[in-house]
């Protein structure tokens, strides 16, 4: 897994590499080569306007479970 902090291309230098499957079941392999992670855009963030949709949803709710 990686944590991309900005569009581009880094390397990877892979060295004593094991691969394994959910439950620890290793993945045999010949060899594993070095190679490179492009990243290229970031990700979608909300913006401030959805948060106040969301915000103003959640006060009509409970004014009107109140009125009830």
Do not use: C, K, Y
């Not at 291309?9 to 190679?35: C, K, M, Q, R, Y």
């Not at 909300?46 to 949803?57: K, Q, R, Y």
């Amino acid at each position: 897994m990686f944590d991309a902090i900005g569009a581009g291309t880094s390397t990877l230098d892979l060295h004593d590499v094991i691969l394994s499957a959910p439950f620890g079941v290793e993945i045999p392999t010949e060899a594993v080569n070095d190679g490179s992670v492009t990243v290229q855009g970031a990700m979608a963030v909300p913006e401030p306007g959805t948060l106040l949709l969301v915000g103003s949803g959640l006060l009509l709710l409970i004014g009107r479970r109140r009125a009830a």
